[in-house]
């Protein structure tokens, strides 16, 4: 749209240019804070850097493979940045995973070597290693050698290092003696925007984790160019306990504090009361983190003790009081994706939603394409209807790691997003859901996204999802979980005639499973709905036996 327009960063868009430029701008400023430690963008840009060093005199250097195994916080971000601004490729590992899935990520992402936590919350990642890769115990320090894992050659603790096999980061670090800042120096002058900065995997919850390969260009332009769309500012005090190895707390959380020159504030587990506390203590401004976690917040006792008054913007600030001239009605909506680093589509400034646009994700990112196809024609569709939607331009990924360029984009660049929806004439956006997920039922077709918003509509819905069970004659019969707002109490059946009121039979559900709360709804560790699970728990309890 004409007043919209990409905002790029005045410095050359690599990791070690970022952090450098932050120490410049921003150096004496508080950067970090967890628990005793407070770190500044100039205590990062050191430490960052010596650890570098380290890493160089270690052999790792452009193109190294690196791995990170670590929760959110200073140890997180100066590793992060210490491999990234060598050139270093740093796969982000998801401290949720077990054993298991921790293996097959690791010799998926072709780690040479790896910067792990040694403990957090509990866990034993230095024997989860062990169970995940079996001879691990028995290797030598910098010499692991073991068929499953054939690139892996070192494994770094955060902490302690009560391992054979695993030294101390510290240890890591103290080899910097041996490179001159000036060698380092150099070799971040040979990274460049074009070069991989990091793989981030998927959360894998319907297929096996997809890793996506974003350049430095990519992670460095698109939050600052987002930036254009958020009051976030260098007085800003942001907590946020979304992880960093997703693109929400790496991009929206982590690098767009660094444009901005704000605080980031982190704590080792979020519950609501001693985070309500953090809040308050810290003198947060915004909050950003997932809309459950939102709510567990303003629903905690002590909510309405708390001195939250400076409190302006984030997910908590969404379910607050609306202040003094912001302008009324919903809030925007924004859509986004790994592959594309966040919001490829999002509101105004304002986060306001215009009259006759409740609905819409916002309008495209300045400086990303958008075609809408229609699945079978392959042509471009007219506007106001429904297509699937295609993404091309600077913050998509290169490419998913192990997979063919061919089998990712189109001939011409294109990525085929999988999801559905229409433009309105303004270029507002309107998601209807996954395409792939269209259920078929006695001959008509029905988009589960359209029956979710009609029940969320319904004043006793907090949430809905809705999928297709197998029927022996209809084909699918489509069905739905519920979960209620605070305070509501309604039936499947109640649910069922509300709904006949507003849409076509076909599109009510045949079958509705009422939840009391969305908290009782199965979770993923990324804070999304687990849609695979909750879709098992309907068929189970739905399927006919035949006689329907």
């Given amino acids: 749209m004409s007043d919209r327009s990409p905002s790029f960063p005045d410095f050359t868009p690599t990791a070690g240019e970022l952090i450098r430029q932050c120490a410049h701008r921003h150096g004496d400023h508080l950067f970090l804070v967890m628990d005793d430690q407070r770190l500044t963008y100039a205590d990062v840009d050191e430490r960052s850097a010596l650890l570098a060093r380290g890493l160089l005199a270690s052999g790792v250097g452009k193109g190294s493979r690196v791995g990170l195994l670590a929760p959110s916080g200073p140890d997180w971000i100066v590793s992060w940045l210490a491999a990234a601004r060598i050139g270093a490729v740093v796969s982000l590992f998801n401290t949720y995973a077990k054993a298991r899935e921790l293996g097959w990520v690791l010799r998926h992402s072709d780690v040479g070597l790896l910067l792990t936590v040694d403990r957090y919350l509990g866990h034993d990642y230095l024997a989860r290693l062990e169970e995940a890769v079996p001879g691990l115990a028995d290797a030598k320090p910098e010499s692991v050698f073991i068929e499953t894992q054939p690139y892996l050659r070192s494994v770094w603790s955060l902490g302690a290092a009560d391992r054979p096999w695993a030294g101390p980061v510290a240890e890591l670090a103290a080899r910097a003696a041996q490179v001159d800042a000036s060698l380092l120096r150099a070799v971040e002058a040979e990274v460049t925007p074009a070069d991989p900065m990091v793989v981030v995997y998927s959360s894998g919850s319907t297929a096996a984790p997809k890793g996506a390969l974003h350049s430095h260009g990519a992670v460095v332009r698109h939050a600052h160019n987002l930036w254009q769309f958020r009051d976030l500012t260098g007085d800003d005090v942001l907590y946020t306990p979304m992880p960093l190895f997703w693109v929400g707390g790496l991009s929206f959380a982590l690098i767009a504090a660094m444009h901005a020159g704000a605080t980031l504030i982190f704590e080792e587990r979020f519950e609501p009361g001693a985070t309500l506390e953090l809040i308050e203590r810290e003198g947060v401004t915004q909050v950003l983190g997932w809309p459950h976690m939102a709510k567990a917040l303003v629903e905690h006792p002590t909510y309405a003790e708390r001195d939250l008054s400076r409190v302006r913007g984030g997910t908590l600030a969404a379910l607050q009081p609306r202040r003094p001239g912001e302008p009324a009605g919903p809030r925007a909506n924004s859509l986004g994706m790994s592959e594309t680093l966040g919001p490829h589509m999002i509101g105004d400034k304002d986060n306001s939603v215009p009259p006759g646009k409740e609905g819409t994700f916002g309008r495209p990112v300045p400086g990303i394409e958008h075609r809408l196809v229609d699945l079978v024609t392959g042509e471009d569709v007219p506007t106001g209807t429904v297509g699937e939607l295609w993404i091309r331009g600077y913050p998509l990924m290169l490419g998913l790691h192990k997979v063919e360029r061919e089998q990712v984009f189109t001939?011409?660049?294109?990525?085929?997003?999988?999801?559905?929806?229409?433009?309105?004439?303004?270029?507002?956006?309107?998601?209807?859901?996954?395409?792939?997920?269209?259920?078929?039922?006695?001959?008509?077709?029905?988009?589960?996204?359209?029956?979710?918003?009609?029940?969320?509509?319904?004043?006793?819905?907090?949430?809905?999802?809705?999928?297709?069970?197998?029927?022996?004659?209809?084909?699918?019969?489509?069905?739905?979980?519920?979960?209620?707002?605070p305070g509501a109490s309604a039936s499947p059946e109640e649910i069922q005639q509300l709904l006949k009121a507003q849409v076509a039979s076909y599109l009510v559900p045949r079958h509705v499973a009422v939840f009391a709360a969305p908290t009782d709804l199965p979770w993923l560790d990324s804070g999304k709905v687990d849609r695979r699970a909750l879709a098992k728990i309907l068929e189970e309890r739905f399927t006919p036996d035949g006689s329907g």
């Fill in 411 to 485: 001939p011409d660049g294109w990525y085929r997003t999988g999801d559905g929806g229409h433009f309105d004439e303004d270029g507002h956006f309107f998601y209807r859901g996954r395409l792939g997920d269209v259920i078929k039922s006695s001959g008509m077709n029905v988009t589960p996204r359209d029956v979710e918003l009609e029940l969320e509509a319904l004043p006793d819905v907090a949430l809905a999802f809705v999928t297709g069970i197998d029927h022996p004659s209809r084909g699918q019969d489509v069905v739905a979980a519920v979960a209620l707002a």
